[in-house]
């Protein structure tokens, strides 16, 4: 059986039931293998209320699907020697000068902030009393009042968790290196990642603001009653064991004056998320072979538990160090990370293999038990003839 017969086989049958169970909206898939697109389909629909059909083309919000293409942004700008990894963020930002634990000096690095071992966090994953929603620092999903440059004099307001490269935490690392490219560029984040990002690579329905939501996915959450709109500057709890709660708002993706997000504003399509995938599995000529391969090399190993036990993290998402500790039929070597809104990918070098799955469904679509059926058939496809 071929690739395409083996997963479309499958594949309709694991999204209707999802939907059917009311684990999300509406979902597409698109599936690469070789290079050559294998497999691409929605289901659903976009907007429940007015019955909008999902279609492969659909945009989303982004969520966290933003921070791999504003970690090939500075990559790339790293390989023009416009930043160096080594580099302490001050030279850009030189009033962004958080101070340790205990209230020392530190210095952060380009690599730390990329890394997510800057000593930073999310306010999402602390209690309601915790120091970043005590000092209204925005996560860069919600709706405030105030622009970048306030966001980070309020995030460096607040000692760090730990000193700079002594450990892991997913964090607001990649909205400081958003200022950076700005700053180091000359350029308006939203335009300094299209050249360098998502012009090159065809992204033509990705951004930061778009100009109307005719074409956006609506977005819902998951409850006990099944999937519910999420509203303005809602808080959704996280699933049991992330911790914490996201403030969502959804009309943010069409606010101009929203600032841009590094680490989560854009919005983006399926196929445009297939093509920077893609970039980062073949280095597509964007960059030199010794960044490319850094993407994949785990800076963080396992005992960071990035995303469970055997996984370690790189540039732009986990890196899997141990195959058999997660159980998991993905290689060693497999990049992958998700989004709050509903979205989870991987990328195995390996088996030449690129998934993205996005969804409209908080949290389902990012990590729920659709994020394995759609692994698993995928690797049973491979297995009964993908290659």
Not at 49 to 62: D, I, K, Y
Not at 286 to 299: D, M
Request: net charge negative; with cysteine; glycine share 12%.
């Amino acid at each position: 059986m071929q690739a395409e017969d083996a997963l479309n086989a499958s594949l309709p049958g694991i999204f209707d039931q999802a939907i059917a169970q009311g684990r999300v909206v509406g979902a597409v898939c698109v599936v690469a293998h070789q290079g050559k697109l294998c497999h691409a389909s929605a289901h659903g629909f976009a907007d429940r209320e007015s019955q909008r059909p999902m279609l492969p083309n659909t945009g989303f919000r982004l969520s966290s699907l933003t921070k791999p293409i504003v970690t090939l942004a500075v990559l790339r700008l790293v390989a023009d020697g416009v930043i160096a990894l080594d580099a302490p963020v001050t030279q850009w930002l030189p009033e962004f000068t958080p101070t340790g634990p205990q209230g020392e000096e530190v210095s952060i690095t380009i690599h730390q902030l990329l890394t997510h071992t800057a000593g930073l966090g999310y306010g999402f994953n602390q209690q309601s009393d915790g120091p970043y929603l005590s000092a209204g620092i925005s996560d860069g999903l919600d709706h405030v009042d105030f622009d970048l440059t306030e966001n980070l004099r309020r995030l460096s307001s607040v000692p760090l968790f730990y000193r700079p490269g002594e450990s892991w935490g997913y964090s607001l690392g990649i909205d400081v290196l958003g200022a950076v490219i700005e700053k180091a560029t000359g350029k308006p984040l939203a335009q300094a990642v299209a050249e360098q990002v998502t012009l090159p690579l065809g992204m033509h329905h990705s951004g930061f603001v778009t100009a109307g939501l005719d074409n956006i996915a609506v977005a819902y959450a998951n409850s006990e009653h099944g999937p519910v709109l999420i509203g303005e500057n809602v808080d959704i709890p996280l699933p049991e064991g992330f911790g914490g709660s996201v403030r969502f708002s959804p009309s943010r993706v069409t606010d101009s004056k929203a600032f841009p997000s590094g680490g989560a504003g854009m919005y983006g399509c399926a196929p445009d998320m297939l093509n920077l995938l893609e970039a980062l599995r073949t280095g597509s000529g964007l960059l030199p072979a010794s960044l490319q391969s850094a993407i994949y090399h785990p800076h963080c190993g396992p005992e960071a538990q990035c995303a469970g036990p055997g996984w370690g993290f790189g540039y732009g998402g986990a890196v899997l160090i141990d195959p058999e500790a997660t159980g998991t039929p993905q290689s060693a070597g497999t990049l992958c990370w998700g989004g709050v809104y509903g979205h989870n990918w991987f990328v195995d070098r390996h088996n030449d293999l690129t998934v993205v799955l996005m969804t409209n469904t908080a949290y389902e679509g990012m990590c729920g038990q659709l994020t394995l059926e759609v692994r698993d058939a995928v690797y049973a496809a491979l297995n009964s003839g993908l290659a």
